[in-house]
């Protein structure tokens, strides 16, 4: 199983900026592409960005210009830089790492069966 903890959320004016990490930890083997998703209350879920394992990105249309998503594979980590803030950015801020399948590594069987996903963290805007 793959762990995934946010960090990185609070409360910030409009206009500002945050940083939010996600660290992954476990059969990190079993990730390859990952992104940030986040719900606002009342809405669904929706994906804000991603980024393949070779490094391709892909936005939403309302943060293109204005968030940018990088990893450290080498440390198992996650970001995404928000930048030009605005109140409509108010959500809970998920990191996922999608299920690839079952993968073999060193001998072993990783059945890396799983969508992944931290528990989130609040990001509020104020205008």
């Known amino acids: 199983q793959v762990q995934l903890v946010e960090s990185g959320g609070g409360l910030v004016q409009a206009g500002g900026s945050l940083r939010l990490s996600c660290a992954a930890s476990?059969?990190?083997?079993?990730?390859?592409?990952m992104g940030w998703y986040r719900q606002a209350p009342g809405k669904e879920r929706e994906l804000v960005a991603s980024?393949?394992?070779?490094?391709?990105?892909n936005y939403a249309d309302s943060v293109k210009g204005r968030f940018g998503i990088s990893r450290d594979s080498a440390k198992n980590m996650l970001y995404l830089q928000m930048s030009s803030l605005k109140p409509e950015d108010t959500a809970v801020y998920y990191c996922?790492?999608?299920?690839?399948?079952?993968?073999?590594?060193?001998?072993?069987?990783?059945?890396?069966?799983?969508?992944?996903w931290g528990k989130g963290t609040l990001v509020t805007v104020s205008s």
């Open positions: 996922n790492a999608p299920k690839v399948g079952p993968i073999v590594y060193s001998g072993r069987v990783y059945s890396c069966a799983m969508d992944n």
């Open positions: 476990g059969d990190t083997i079993c990730i390859s592409a």
């Open positions: 980024i393949a394992s070779g490094q391709s990105t």
